[in-house]
């Protein structure tokens, strides 16, 4: 039987991922060979009753699915994930309306009207124009912020903006 998250077209799903890589993994092997219609998909950083990361999934279908069944210990863990997800206060979205054009370099009026991004924010600078360009590196991992789906950028070379997460970041403490 798989757990359900606590919130109507909100599903939590917790089954001790180690990482945002791994979870990601997952979504990719497991929830997109589904075809779920409007299909959101977030990951989220959890600490009890361990370290590791829970999804949150909502859209037509999420409800139904046939997924895994959720290990009694992380049960709080995934209807934590879909609160957060369902009132849009955290959850790092993988998957979105949308996402699957956000490639190359684009500018932020086009990713606006393209996805269910609702902001891009730039850090240490002024708001983002919608002329500017960004190099999404094919890697957009926007995060629910007090009801927004917020893309945070930094400044890069020649004017444009790039996503502040990297798609192939340098582990912490890894051999260099």
């Known amino acids: 039987m798989t757990y359900l998250g606590v919130s109507l077209g909100h599903r939590g799903i917790s089954l ?3 990482n945002d890589l791994e979870a990601e993994q997952w ?4 929830v997109l060979p589904l075809s779920l219609p409007d299909l959101t998909a977030c ?5 009890e009753p ?5 999804l949150s999934l909502s859209g037509t279908g999420t409800e139904s699915a046939t997924l895994p069944a ?24 993988v998957y979105f309306a ?6 190359g370099t684009i500018t932020v009026g086009e990713l606006l009207a393209w996805s269910a991004i609702d ?9 983002a ?13 926007p995060l629910w912020q007090h009801g927004e789906l917020v893309l945070t950028t930094q400044p890069a070379r020649g004017g444009i903006l790039v996503p502040f997460e990297m798609p192939d970041p340098t582990p912490c403490c890894a051999d260099h």
């Open 16 to 18: 001790g991922h180690r």
């Open 27 to 30: 979504l990719r092997d497991v």
């Open 43 to 47: 990951t989220h950083l959890m600490r």
């Open 50 to 54: 361990y370290p590791h990361v829970a």
């Open 70 to 93: 959720v290990p009694v210990e992380l049960r709080d863990a995934a209807t934590a994930a879909a609160a957060e997800h369902a009132t849009r206060r955290s959850g790092r979205a």
């Open 98 to 103: 949308g996402v699957e054009r956000l490639v």
């Open 119 to 127: 902001r891009v924010a730039v850090l240490g600078g002024s708001p």
């Open 129 to 141: 124009q919608e002329e500017t360009r960004i190099h999404t590196r094919d890697f957009v991992r």
